[in-house]
């Protein structure tokens, strides 16, 4: 399986308590719900069609678990994509305090340990995506351990100034190829990357640039 990032975040990269005031209140954060005023009726349709659509697994972190579980066992239409994908197919929850029992939500799976070679050998398995919602803890891990294949990202029109942000000062140099990019009405931006090598590069008074790739110099011309 591919391992893919489904993330909700801000222009300024935060990515915490997107969805209500006391979604994620961690490290004193107090602007949670700040997605909500920019949602328009793609948002709904992106996250069904372009991202549970393709997973077979469900990866989450201890936060991410603890708050979907009881919106998402208890929702209204158990057939629709999201509530099916979350409540019937196999999860993976990484925790080094839940036993089996307090995990129970369908078809779970602990993860205590060394997380970084259990996700690699989790991806090894038949299928289709391995899929991680959130969990930004774990979305830095999987990151900065280069196990991620794909990144979706539904950035949102605002600023939040504070919380906890998807790439940070300790964030593993990366580039990306863009996939695809979508705008929607209401202002939303859904992009889907695909890492490659981190590059940098001088631009110089010639009108050229010299790059840098893994220690090999390139130079190329930048158009007028």
Do not use: C
Request: charged share 20%.
């Amino acid at each position: 399986m591919k391992l893919s990032l489904n993330i909700f975040v801000s222009l300024d990269g935060v990515m915490q308590g997107p969805g209500a005031p006391q979604e994620d209140t961690t490290g004193g954060f107090t602007r949670g719900g700040w997605l909500v005023p920019h949602l328009d009726e793609e948002f709904g349709r992106i996250v069904d069609e372009e991202w549970f659509a393709h997973a077979d697994a469900v990866l989450l972190g201890r936060t991410t678990f603890d708050m979907m579980r009881p919106y998402w066992s208890a929702y209204p239409n158990q057939e629709e994509l999201v509530a099916r994908v979350l409540n019937t197919f196999p999860k993976y929850l990484v925790s080094d305090t839940l036993t089996d029992e307090q995990a129970a939500w369908g078809p779970t799976t602990v993860i205590r340990g060394d997380v970084v070679e259990q996700v690699r050998a989790i991806k090894q398995q038949p299928g289709r995506e391995l899929q991680v919602h959130g969990s930004w803890q774990l979305a830095q891990t999987l990151h900065n351990a280069g196990l991620v294949d794909t990144y979706r990202l539904l950035v949102f029109p605002v600023v939040v100034g504070q919380g906890k942000r998807l790439f940070d000062e300790h964030s593993r140099p990366t580039a990306f190829r863009t996939v695809s990019r979508t705008a929607t009405a209401g202002g939303l931006t859904h992009l889907v990357l695909e890492p490659t090598a981190f590059t940098s590069g001088d631009l110089t008074a010639d009108g050229t640039t010299d790059l840098e790739a893994d220690g090999t110099e390139v130079s190329a011309t930048v158009p007028a």
